[in-house]
């Protein structure tokens, strides 16, 4: 892929691992959290891959700050999400937030620019204070799933007070689900709220 500016290549779009999910009922993001909490769907845009381009891209756009990057795979998302059979639009996007002491460090929070672009694509708003991270949780990468989702439980207390019915939960990579799991169970015991899950990567092992 090129400079910063031009954000992705013909053959980079042409390359990505897409999972093609909005094709298919009961996709394996879906699977992910059957009998684990309610919600409305689950969807993921790429497969992440050690060494693929899945991989690449996120480095790109987290490591090296490529933030033009992350809009435009948002919108990509966004637009294929609309593909998707009996598609339940949410009423807003909002993301699941990093600790502000990592923002700082970093400069940004990527799946703000995820949930930005897929916002943008789906023509709704984006609220990213919906859910907020106080604390400082252990680092995810060497737990099991039960490990993952212990840890997080603490992990997000609700941001903003909202009034929406439906509101999709975007995060840049899931594995186990357990921190979107965390995100999704502050904001529905806040009230009678839908959830719809978004991640722009799903690693299946």
């Known amino acids: 892929f090129p400079s910063h500016d031009n954000a992705l290549c013909l053959f980079c779009l042409t390359d990505l691992p897409r999972t ?103 023509q709704i708003p984006f609220v990213p204070k919906l859910l907020v991270r106080p604390g400082v949780t252990d680092t995810q990468t060497l737990k099991k799933r039960y490990g993952r989702w212990e840890n997080m439980q603490a992990g997000f207390v609700q941001g903003e007070a909202h009034a929406f019915d439906h509101i999709g939960i975007v995060d840049d990579v899931v594995t186990t689900g357990a921190t979107m799991e965390a995100c999704a169970s502050v904001l529905q015991a806040s009230g009678n709220t839908k959830i719809s899950l978004f991640a722009l990567c799903i690693s299946i092992r």
């Open 20 to 122: 093609q999910f909005e094709c298919a009922t009961n996709n394996p993001m879906e699977k992910l959290f059957q009998g684990r909490l309610p919600i409305v769907s689950a969807n993921a845009f790429m497969q992440f891959r050690k060494g693929g381009l899945a991989q690449t891209l996120m480095h790109e756009l987290k490591y090296n700050g490529d933030q033009a990057l992350g809009r435009v795979l948002g919108r990509l998302f966004g637009l294929s999400l609309q593909q998707q059979a009996n598609w339940r639009k949410p009423d807003v996007i909002t993301c699941v937030p990093l600790h502000p002491l990592k923002e700082r460090k970093r400069g940004f929070n990527q799946s703000v620019l995820i949930g930005q672009g897929m916002a943008d694509a789906l």
